[in-house]
């Protein structure tokens, strides 16, 4: 087991972080604005979203005016270089060079040695939220927190090896070569913020970031678990987390390197969170998107061995690619992944051919950018690989797990592509407190118990214009998952009576008297379509 504390961690051409030089560094990125909240305001909506899209030529005009902000955006976000007049009026100058935030260039200038991102964290901020929006103002969560990774590697957030490479072609900030390419460190993107988003965030004792790269999910844990435990392959990538954790002002996680479980060995945790190397390529070209595994073994590796190491009702979450396998049904594949005595709930977001999902990962690795007989070659491996596996698609999506102990798990797979809210966790929460509510209610404790219309759902009646009854009545929700479902006449009038004062038996008894149907045969039709409201959380139990 390969296993390094904190203190024995020693990467060397990346920053350290004295505790004094890294408080008096914070305080000048917080006295100059250098927060999500200050970037957006002072880069204007256009060129913030060209960032997002790591296009930096808006921004660039943007910060021209040689504030002490602007200077930190050209630093940490554009690498570009600073004279030392401008460096000093912005940040301790002698501290940052003594640690190694930034380096002497030629003459008068200084360049920044990592990207450092303001970010405002998606774990407590309120409200609903597309997926896209998660993280931008720091008024939403209250946190004002930094990402540190390789150059290149901010901007856009998770825009990959192409990115670092455009940042070395662009003026040589860092210089990272080839072969420390393999172990370039990202920073925040759009996984590691949906992960976020999706994180169930009850105070618990101990958690676990498993393949933590940067330090995005310890950073979230951090305020609401006792002990936070970070784990990566990579030891640049535990360096970052220890300048991300410490820049932002939050304890020092235990930072252990090694693969998978075998770093923290029998231990056991309330939480676990991985966004992992889930990548179904044909080799292992970089630590943080390629596992070495073949296929989606990584991830089912994964899944399969985190029963070992959750608490007793302790949660495990993580994003994953599965493969879509010719003959066979990717629900059954993935949900086979599911160790005995776990609730799982897993979402597929997203399925892509093996041409797209190629050429996506041939563009993050800049291969695109090369000689096009090295691209085809590199697509056509890419190509062989899926076809020898017969695969014919590959799925993205989130997979969470809890440690029920139940002899009769529940465990679904379901599909959808569509808008949700974030953070989602709190949602994620719930779907698991209603399978325990459903687990432990047969149908005749099911219509003993009350309920109440969850809030944000409406209801929409379809038909021709005109018409005296609607084809049909739809449910929709406004929060969560934002689902919809079809309700019959007597599931829209038992939906809309819920208000945690009559029994489900006794509102089905009423409704059965307004039709003219016979109330035990209402009874006895009724609770399959009462769980499947349950379920999907259009009504929830009061009791």
């Known amino acids: ?41 002072l880069l204007g909506a256009t060129a913030y979203a060209a960032l997002s899209r790591s296009e930096t030529v808006p921004a660039l005009r943007a910060t021209r005016g040689g504030s002490p902000l602007e200077t930190l955006i050209r630093l940490f976000l554009l690498q570009r270089p600073a004279t030392r007049d401008q460096a000093r009026a912005a940040l301790p100058l002698d501290d940052a060079l003594a640690d190694g935030w930034l380096r002497a260039g030629d003459g008068d200038t200084v360049w920044a040695t990592v990207d450092v991102r303001p970010f405002a964290g998606v774990a407590a901020a309120p409200g609903a939220r597309d997926e896209g929006d998660a993280g931008r103002r720091a008024g939403e969560s209250g946190e004002d927190w930094w990402i540190v990774s390789d150059l290149g590697c901010a901007v856009g957030g998770a825009a990959g090896a192409a990115a670092a490479r ?117 080799g292992e070209r970089f630590v943080y998107r390629d596992g070495g595994m073949a296929g989606d073994d990584l991830c089912r590796t994964l899944v399969h061995q985190a029963a070992d190491h959750l608490t007793e009702g302790g949660y495990c979450q993580l994003l994953a690619n599965w493969e879509h396998v010719d003959g066979e049904d990717w629900r059954e594949r993935v949900t086979s992944w599911v160790p005995s005595g776990c609730d799982a709930w897993i979402v597929q977001r997203e399925v892509q051919d093996p041409a797209q999902y190629a050429e996506l990962w041939l563009r993050d690795g800049g291969d695109h950018r090369s000689d096009p007989a090295s691209y085809a070659a590199r697509y056509d491996e890419w190509l062989e690989e899926f076809e020898r596996r017969r695969v014919k698609g590959i799925g993205f999506g989130w997979i969470t797990l809890r440690n029920s102990g139940s002899a009769m798990p529940s465990v679904t797979a379901e599909e959808w592509p569509h808008p949700v809210e974030q953070p989602l966790g709190p949602e994620i929460g719930k779907w698991f407190e209603r399978q325990d509510f459903l687990r432990a209610h047969d149908d005749a404790a099911l219509l003993a118990a009350r309920f109440r219309l969850a809030d944000e759902v409406v209801q929409e009646q379809v038909g021709l214009p005109g018409s005296e009854d609607p084809e049909h009545v739809v449910l929709r929700s406004n929060r969560g998952m934002r689902r919809a479902t079809k309700v019959d006449t007597v599931g829209a009038g038992f939906a809309g009576v819920c208000d945690g004062t009559l029994t489900a038996g006794r509102i089905l ?20 379509a009462i769980r499947l409201l349950v379920e999907q959380g259009f009504i929830e139990p009061v009791d």
Not at 18 to 39: K, S, W
Not at 199 to 210: C, Q, Y
């Open 1 to 41: 087991m390969s296993q390094n504390s904190p203190s024995t961690i020693s990467v060397p051409g990346l920053p350290t972080a004295d505790p004094d030089r890294t408080a008096r560094l914070r305080d000048a990125l917080r006295a100059a604005d250098f927060t999500a909240d200050g970037c957006l305001d």
């Open 509 to 528: 008894d009423a409704i059965a008297q307004l039709l003219g149907e016979d109330p035990v045969v209402l009874r006895d039709r009724t609770p399959a």
């Open 166 to 282: 455009g940042a070395t072609d662009e003026g040589g900030a860092g210089g990272m070569s080839t072969a420390s390419r393999s172990e370039l460190v990202l920073g925040v993107g759009g996984a590691s913020t949906t992960l976020a988003g999706i994180t169930i965030r009850n105070p618990v004792s101990r958690v676990l970031d498993l393949g933590t790269g940067s330090g995005v999910q310890a950073l979230h844990a951090s305020p609401h678990a006792s002990q936070v435990t970070a784990t990566d392959v990579n030891p640049r990538a535990l360096q970052f987390a220890r300048l991300t954790l410490a820049l932002s002002g939050v304890r020092e996680a235990d930072l252990r390197q090694g693969s998978l479980f075998e770093p923290v060995g029998d231990e056991r945790f309330d939480l676990i969170v991985s966004n992992p190397p889930f990548v179904i390529s044909p």
